[in-house]
């Protein structure tokens, strides 16, 4: 409780540092949002099917992997240097994929991007913190408008989508990429301070640093367990299970013997504030994306709406997220995370009881508007308290690495989410599967409660 008084009384990170390294990770959720408008487009050039499918998971799948690998970078050849680099790789990309000749290398440069947006976020949380300790200022404030670009681009994704393929074609989603990624570029360049320089020579050592054994061995494991989890609603792939436990133990060992390890298992052993942090991410996103992508396909067949009113309906859940992100930054300057995650959690135990026991095909679409405005409060709360909750459990020279862990918690938790739709609905989304659903969101709730309740005290 000291900490958070005293960040309270200290000056924050200026905005215009947050904003610049803000504009540079907006790109992921941007991407992740917009391809959704844009498959239909794509299929009927390549003449494909649900094979257009992989150009959602493929971005998925790359910025789960990439992420902690550009955090991990970010620590040891500085934050500033890998933010760069990563939207020069997203510029080159996307300057390039609209002219791929065949679906398959349009799923290699989804990849790509994946993997240069990925190293936004983590980057982007190291040179925030740098900034911070610097200037010795909260970095409450700065991270709480990290968290406003996410959800808004998030929000605005599926509109922004629309209006590039409805008015160009869905080339346009890769082309916009490019002016963002230069005027992020400029004012990183322009207001970030430099990184310290590398001593001459010493490449040697980096690679000893950089633990490319671990790097391969966790690539190889979270591709398994990324695979599994998108083929669980399909088919599911379970020798790849077989084959990325057995990885996953290896990784285990080797990182424990390692002297610098990619991923630090022994911190995450010993501070179980870090790894609660990255199981409630998890969960949390397990809930988030299944209301985002569950009640939509209710709203459409259980309930007959239009893709239009759908979309007006479940306009709240993102729009909501993003405008309680303000709230949740005021309060978390005073009160810490611990309070937003009790706000977050529950808000979203109201919102899946609702869905759980006050929905059917006949509800009025004023109370659906409401009971999504319900579902959406708790997104900026939950997203900020997460995310400054990781921040404080992390030390400060494995910031990157720590948040690009984070990114890829909430990776899997969304493709769990995927597999989580599939059961409770199995089959059309009816009344029955959508109370399912909020069974589940309200069970997730609860447990997300509990932890806020009886293990968190301290924060």
């Known amino acids: 409780m000291t900490k958070v008084v005293e960040e309270a009384r200290v000056a924050g990170v200026p905005d215009r540092y947050a904003a610049s390294v803000g504009l540079g990770t907006l790109l992921q959720p941007l991407n992740s949002s917009m391809i959704a408008v844009a498959l239909v487009s794509i299929g009927a050039e390549f003449h494909a099917g649900t094979e257009t499918q992989w ?29 760069l680099t990563g939207l020069v790789l997203v510029a080159l990309v996307s300057a390039l994929a609209p002219l791929a000749p065949s679906l398959g290398w349009l799923i290699v440069a989804r990849v790509l991007l994946g993997i240069g947006t990925g190293a936004q976020f983590p980057s982007g949380v190291a040179m925030i913190r740098r900034i911070a300790d610097r200037r010795e200022a909260s970095a409450v404030g700065a991270l709480g408008l990290l968290s406003v670009f996410a959800q808004t681009s998030a929000a605005l994704g599926p509109s922004v989508g629309g209006f590039l393929v409805g008015t160009f074609d869905w080339e346009a989603i890769f082309l916009v990429n490019l002016p963002v990624a230069a005027v992020a570029g400029i004012a990183v360049l322009r207001l970030v301070p430099k990184d310290p320089p590398r001593p001459v020579g010493d490449a040697r050592k980096l690679w000893r640093e950089i633990d490319l054994v671990g790097l391969l061995l966790f690539t190889l494991t979270m591709t398994g367990l990324m695979l599994v989890l998108l083929s669980l609603s399909t088919d599911p792939t379970w020798w790849l299970l077989a084959a990325a436990v057995p990885l996953a133990v290896v990784f285990v060992v080797w990182e424990r013997r390692s002297a610098t390890p990619f991923v630090d298992v022994r911190l995450l052993a010993r501070s179980a504030p870090l790894s609660l942090g990255y199981l409630r991410t998890m969960l949390t996103y397990v809930a988030f994306y299944a209301i985002f992508y569950g009640l939509p396909g209710w709203l459409e067949q259980g309930r007959g709406l239009d893709p239009t009113k759908v979309g007006l309906v479940v306009l ?12 949740a930054t005021r309060l978390a300057r005073r009160h810490g995370p611990r309070l937003l995650m009790l706000v977050g959690s529950a808000g979203l135990l109201l919102g899946g009881a609702a869905l759980a026991f006050g929905v059917h095909a006949g509800t009025p679409i004023v109370v659906l508007v409401l009971i999504s405005a319900i579902l959406g409060i708790p997104n900026g709360f939950n997203g900020l308290g997460n995310q400054l909750a990781v921040y404080r459990a992390a030390p400060p020279e ?14 899997v938790g969304a ?7 599939a059961i409770v609905f199995a089959g059309p989304a009816t009344d029955s599967g959508l109370h399912r ?10 447990i997300l409660l509990l932890d806020v309740i009886f293990v968190r005290k301290s924060q």
Do not use: E, K, M
């Open 316 to 327: 709240p859940i993102a729009t909501l997220g993003a405008i309680t992100v303000a709230i």
């Open 415 to 421: 493709n769990l989410s995927a597999a989580a739709i």
């Open 437 to 446: 659903l909020g069974l589940l969101v309200g069970g997730i709730a609860t």
């Open 55 to 83: 150009l959602v998971s493929g971005l998925y799948l790359a910025t789960a992997v990439s992420a902690p690998t550009a955090g991990r970078l970010a620590d040891l050849l500085g934050a500033r240097r890998v933010f």
């Open 398 to 411: 494995a910031t990157g690495a720590a948040a690009g862990l984070f990114r890829t918690s909430q990776y």
